[in-house]
């Protein structure tokens, strides 16, 4: 039995490569194949665009897959959300799908959209969004570049954004935010009801997790005196409590720990004055909470 995994090809198809790597499947492929190996011969996975994703999962042309929750929405699949795996191009948060008008526009809130003209790739989303609001606008679907459009086509834009960079360097402003979202591992209703594909999913998303909350921590080891023990213990945070132990060398000991990585180095000087030595930070590929 083998069960067919999507992932997304693009823009997140890198980072959802090397997230795979930490959790211990390793996936190679060539320039324009989209279907990867991967060395396990239960998964078969096949490339597809994040857009699509969703409707193959539901369909159960793919047993399970990689997409964002955006997509899920503005296809309104019906479709089991296994698990979030927060995870980008550019870092560990969400994305945003935005509206973005010229910086000189008179737009300044939703109601203002009311008869506007909308280009943006998720039509159903914008749709939505505008109808909660009670606004009435036109919307039109981009094809791709829907930052050049405005103004010369379009009134404004509901484009996706990580860090707003791109929107700036087109001389466009962020009104509103339309929806936040993040990856999601989703699969199909009847692949749910099977206890075989069942357990692998929900294997594959615990691997995944575990890579991903590695991939903000560092490990931390230390030779301490018992005499300075007490210090560096008050010094040191942990996931829960450091590891201790003794060395051959008597009233000696070896501590190790887990901190987050943007710590280290704030703490590493102050373990430094509090008598630890032979300080070791090392990298991690999975944290299993």
């Known amino acids: 039995m083998q069960l067919k995994l999507g992932l997304p090809k693009g823009s997140l198809q890198e980072a959802t490569f090397k997230m795979f790597a930490k959790a211990g499947y390793n996936i190679s492929v060539g320039s324009r194949s989209y279907f990867p190996s991967i060395d396990d011969e239960e998964i078969q996975v096949i490339l597809l665009r994040a857009q699509e994703m969703s409707r193959y999962v539901e369909d159960g042309v793919l047993d399970c897959g990689l997409t964002g929750k955006d997509w899920i929405m503005e296809n309104n699949s019906d479709v089991v959300e296994v698990t979030d795996l927060v995870y980008g191009k550019q870092g560990r948060k969400p994305v945003r799908w935005v509206v973005a008008v010229p910086n000189d526009s008179p737009i300044e809130s939703v109601k203002d959209l009311a008869g506007k003209r909308i280009a943006t790739e998720v039509v159903n989303l914008t749709r939505r969004y505008l109808e909660n609001h009670g606004v009435t606008a036109e919307i039109e679907f981009s094809w791709g570049a829907t930052e050049v459009k405005a103004p010369e086509l379009v009134d404004a834009i509901v484009e996706l954004t990580e860090t707003g960079s791109s929107l700036k360097a087109n001389n466009l402003r962020i009104m509103d935010t339309v929806v936040e979202s993040t990856t999601k591992l989703i699969a199909n209703k009847a692949t749910w009801q099977n206890d075989w594909k069942r357990k692998k999913i929900e294997r594959i998303a615990m691997l995944l997790n575990a890579a991903l909350v590695a991939g903000s921590k560092v490990g931390l080891k230390m030779n301490v005196s018992a005499e300075n023990l007490p210090k560096v213990l008050n010094v040191l945070p942990a996931l829960k409590r ?48």
């Open 242 to 289: 450091p590891t201790i132990s003794t060395l051959s060398e008597e009233s000696w000991f070896a501590v190790d720990t887990v901190v987050d990585e943007y710590f280290v180095r704030e703490i590493v000087p102050d373990l430094k004055d509090a008598g630890a030595e032979g300080i070791i930070e090392y990298p991690l590929n999975k944290i299993i909470l």
